[in-house]
């Protein structure tokens, strides 16, 4: 209890009034709303998974029953929509935010062929989704401070917000189209307090590029910036759980998780940031630290043989199926295959496998089998 009462007070400090109403969001006391306990409002009802968001033809790894997950779930102090989404996102140039971000500040970076997009962490830690238009396809862009996760996913025709929820520390989404729960690091549906009997289903997912402010903008200059105009009164200059330039707070390695974790493996520090890559068959983490002094890792993901690159610009890894063991080597920051062609560590012709940035405790509560490079 007490440490749920201490997530609700670091929130309550910042403020999350708002200016204008989220677009389809809820207000405290609507149908659907639940109390801090986690209690459905009486009278409440399933929805039908018809308009759920873009979900993948096989469903991803669990550790556990879907309805066990749901027992795990605990409150994470602020109710239903209380940290409210960003649904009416507005971008500026990279010049406007000058003196807004510092160079080390962290940002979590899209592209795509037609679009470069960076979302600042000081924003997205007061609202941990954004509900944003990608390329003409509907996208969230979602944080979660607690296990240190930037993920992205299609939505569809509905918009994501946040439950109030916590499995593992992890942020539990929902959508507003069925109400279902999706814990964030797992993709993946689960029954809940507004939505009993959902189809379980994983998202669609795209990646999310953890990096600095002065990495992104080096490498896209043109890049846009989420804009600090969200439509609600934020101090964006304070991080209620820390600080990450300096590294401080609940984001130090000597913080212990705010929540009960999953799991307590000791392989590596709680804190300590891993690369995950998951599918229906297993999982992998290779430690960040690890990649970034070697380059290269060859290993396994259930029984695929699997490589783990680096990436020196935007100090980030990718990990790609290898079921042929083809040879590849890492040089000045480019990859070269057997047969002698250079690819950039983005760019290897393998199949790629979806991979982030996650804290080893969530990763390892969440992937309990996981096999670890570090």
């Given at each position: 209890m007490q440490r749920l009462v201490t997530r609700r007070a670091v929130l309550a400090g910042v403020g999350v009034a708002s200016l204008s109403g989220c677009i389809g969001s809820r207000q405290p006391g609507t149908p659907g709303d639940t109390s801090a306990s986690g209690a459905p409002e009486e009278g409440g009802q399933s929805r039908t998974g018809e308009n759920m968001p873009p979900t993948k033809a096989e469903q991803l790894l669990l550790p556990m029953e879907p309805s066990s997950?749901?027992?795990?779930?605990?409150?994470?102090?602020?109710?239903?929509?209380?940290?409210?989404?960003?649904?009416?996102?507005?971008?500026?140039?990279?010049?406007?935010?000058?003196?807004?971000?510092?160079?080390?500040?962290?940002?979590?970076?899209?592209a795509t062929e037609g679009t470069v997009k960076a979302y600042p962490q000081s924003i997205l830690v007061l609202h941990e989704i954004c509900n944003d238009i990608v390329d003409n396809t509907p996208v969230s862009v979602t944080y979660c401070p607690l296990t240190g996760t930037a993920m992205g996913f299609e939505r569809g025709e509905t918009m994501f917000g946040v439950s109030g929820r916590l499995v593992n520390n992890n942020l539990?989404?929902?959508?507003?189209?069925?109400?279902?729960?999706?814990?964030?690091?797992?993709?993946?549906?689960?029954?809940?307090?507004?939505?009993?009997?959902?189809?379980?289903?994983?998202?669609?997912?795209?990646?999310?590029?953890?990096?600095?402010?002065?990495?992104?903008?080096s490498k896209h200059p043109d890049t846009q910036v989420l804009s600090r105009d969200t439509g609600y009164a934020q101090n964006y200059d304070r991080d209620p759980y820390g600080s990450y330039n300096p590294r401080g707070g609940y984001y130090s390695q000597e913080a212990a998780p705010m929540f009960p974790a999953l799991s307590d493996d000791d392989r590596l520090q709680p804190k300590t940031v891993v690369i995950g890559a998951r599918t229906n068959k297993g999982a992998a983490a290779f430690e960040k630290r690890t990649l970034?002094?070697?380059k290269l890792i060859e290993g396994k993901l259930g029984e695929t043989p699997v490589v783990a690159i680096y990436?020196?610009?935007?100090?980030?890894?990718?990990?790609?199926?290898?079921?042929?063991?083809?040879?590849?080597?890492?040089?000045?920051?480019?990859?070269?295959?057997?047969?002698?062609?250079?690819?950039?560590?983005?760019?290897?012709?393998?199949?790629?496998?979806?991979?982030?940035?996650?804290?080893?405790?969530?990763?390892?509560?969440?992937?309990?089998?996981?096999?670890?490079?570090?």
């Open positions: 997950l749901r027992e795990h779930a605990v409150s994470g102090g602020p109710p239903k929509d209380g940290i409210p989404s960003i649904d009416e996102p507005k971008f500026v140039s990279a010049e406007d935010v000058s003196g807004q971000i510092k160079p080390d500040d962290p940002v979590f970076g899209l539990i989404m929902y959508d507003r189209a069925t109400e279902t729960w999706w814990p964030q690091v797992l993709a993946t549906s689960i029954p809940g307090s507004w939505n009993e009997d959902p189809p379980i289903r994983s998202l669609q997912e795209f990646r999310v590029i953890w990096t600095t402010w002065e990495r992104w903008v970034r002094e070697t990436e020196p610009e935007l100090d980030t890894g990718y990990v790609y199926q290898n079921p042929e063991r083809q040879q590849v080597q890492y040089q000045d920051g480019h990859v070269v295959d057997g047969a002698g062609d250079t690819h950039s560590p983005e760019a290897l012709p393998l199949e790629r496998i979806h991979a982030f940035d996650a804290m080893w405790f969530a990763w390892s509560g969440f992937y309990p089998d996981t096999t670890l490079y570090a």
